[in-house]
């Protein structure tokens, strides 16, 4: 799975960084949790059926749910012990994931519009 072999399959992918490409076509093609269906990919449904489905552990999704006022107390208090260095570089992940989401929310908006105007 990459931009080669994603691109053809969205229409304008080609303006995504390969982060993003990957992240708009698992978010179209992995069906969420409380579904529980497998991939609906036919082509990488083998790498997407081992893919984790929450990452619950990692410092990003506390900083997440710290900014939609989200966050339990456990993520809280954890995110108030990183050392400086790792604040630093998860805040700076942050930012690129932030970038990152809202090229794809972009990319689907304008996607939908043109649909909408060829029907």
């Not at 489905?53 to 107390?73: A, V």
């Amino acid at each position: 799975m990459n931009m080669k072999t994603l691109a053809p399959l969205h229409p304008g992918g080609k303006r995504l960084s390969a982060h993003q490409l990957i992240s708009l076509h698992l978010y179209l093609r992995r069906p969420p949790d409380h579904y529980r269906k497998e991939s609906t990919d036919g082509l990488f449904d083998p790498f997407i059926s081992i893919l984790p489905r929450e990452f619950d552990s990692h410092p990003l999704t506390w900083l997440i749910h710290k900014k939609m006022c989200d966050e339990n107390e456990l993520e809280s208090t954890l995110l108030a012990l990183l050392p400086r260095g790792a604040r630093s570089a998860l805040n700076a992940l942050s930012e690129r994931f932030e970038r990152d989401s809202n090229a794809v929310i972009k990319h689907l908006v304008s996607f939908i519009r043109v649909r909408r105007n060829l029907s």
